[in-house]
C-alpha cells in the first residue's frame, strides 16, 4: 500500500473513531518546547478541572476525598494529591462500578489489561481520553520522521483462534502494518523482505532482539529503519548492538500502560519525556511509579501503583524539550527471591546484570529461575565464558553474599516467546 492509500485509510478510520485527535495533537505540537515552569502550570489547571469533574461525578472517589481531606475547587495543589492512598488493580477491579463515571456527549471504548499478574480488569475509555494517547503517540512519533499510518512491522503476542487471527488481519491492514505470526526461518526472512519498505518496527522489545538476531545470523543486509518502538518490557542493554547492526537504529522506550495510557516516549537524544500535560508521575517509597491520568474521566486513573519500579533523571535532555525525564525503567518489582536466611526483590537481578553492562561492559542477555529455597539457575545466552561467570558471580555475591548458591547455565539461545517475557520465574 503506498503511502497517500494508508494515510487517507487511516483517517477515515480515525475521523470515525477519535473525531478529537488532530484538536489534541495541535494542542500538543504547541506545548512541546514550552519552559517547565509554564507546563506545570498547565498540569495544574488540567488537574484543577479533572478532580473537580470526579468529585462531582465518581461515587468511589468522592468518599476518598472526603475521607483523606483532599479538597477540591480552589487551586490544585500537589501537597493535597500524595494525602491520596496509593491505588492498585485489585482495588479498582473490586469497585469498578462505583468508579466508573457515565459520560453521555462521548462515545466510550472498551479497554482491558491482565498485565504479567493475571488480573483482568476491563473499562471504558473515554473518546477524549482515547484520542489523546493516540495524540501523544503521533507527536512522539514525530521526533523520528515516521507516521501512524507508515508501513510498519509489529511484534507481538496474539490470539490464535481463526476468528481474532481474521480481526487482527484486518486491524492491521487498516494500520498498514505486518507482523509475523510463526517465527520460522523462512517467516523470519519474508519478514524482513517487508521491512525494506517499512519505515518502523515496534512491539516486544525481547522479540525485536530475537529477531535481530536472526536476521543478523541470516546474513540478511542491514534494513534501515527510522524508528525501532519496544514497549510492555525492560530494554536490557545486551539487545542495542544487535538491533542496531540488523535495523540501523537502537531500541527506543515508549513507556505505559493499558490503564495509564503512554507515560514517557524516548526522544532521540535519549532523553525518556514524560507526557505531564496530562499526567502526574510520582513514586512511592520502594520508588514504584504512581500515576495519575488527567484525561481519564470515564474511569479515573488517580496515584494508581503500576508495580513497576522507576528512576528518575533530574537533568535536562539536550534535544531541549523541558518534560521530565525518566533515567529508566526498572521493572517490576516482582516476585521474591528466597534465600536460606533472607527475602531479596525479584528486580535484584536487574541490578546484578546493569553493574555488568555499566562496570565492565559485559552485555548479557538472561532468565533467572528458582525452584528450591537458598538455590537459584541463571540462564545466559552465549557460549561460556570463565572471565563472564566470575564477573557474575562477583556481582551476586555483593547482593546475596552465601545465602543464596547460584548455578549459571549457558544456552545457545533463548527460545523467542509471542509474549511479555519474564526475567525472573519462582517455581516454589
Known sequence: MNENAAKKIYETGICIRNPSIYDQYDSLKETEWWSFDKLSELQAKNAEQFFNFVFNNS???????RKFGFRVGGDFCFDDLIKLPELNKALLVENKDSVKIDIKDERMRLAETSGTSGEGLEFLRNERWDSLNRATMMRSYDWYGVNLWSRNGYLWGFNTSYRQALKIRALDFIQNRFRLFNYSESEIIEFCEKLKGAEFLSGYSSMIFEVAKRANSLGISKLPLKMVKGTSEMILDSYHDECYEAFGAKIVSEYGAAESGIIAFECPSGGLHVNMENLIIETNEDNE?????LASRSFPIIRYNLGDVIEF????????????????VIGRRGGKVLGIENEYPALTFYYV???????????????????????????IEGARDKRVCELVYRQLHRYF???ISFELKFVRQFQLEQKKRQYFESKL
Request: aromatic share 10%; proline share 2%.
Open 59 to 65: 461515587r468511589f472517589y468522592r468518599d476518598i476525598f
Open 401 to 403: 553474599s552465601d545465602d
Open 313 to 328: 533523571d533530574d537533568s535536562k535532555c539536550s534535544c531541549g524539550r523541558n518534560h521530565p525525564l525518566i533515567g529508566s
Open 289 to 293: 511509579v504512581l500515576v495519575t491520568n
Open 353 to 379: 546484570f546493569k553493574n555488568l553492562a555499566l562496570e565492565e561492559d559485559v552485555l548479557l542477555n538472561y532468565k533467572v529461575i528458582q525452584k528450591e529455597r537458598g538455590s537459584v539457575d541463571i540462564f
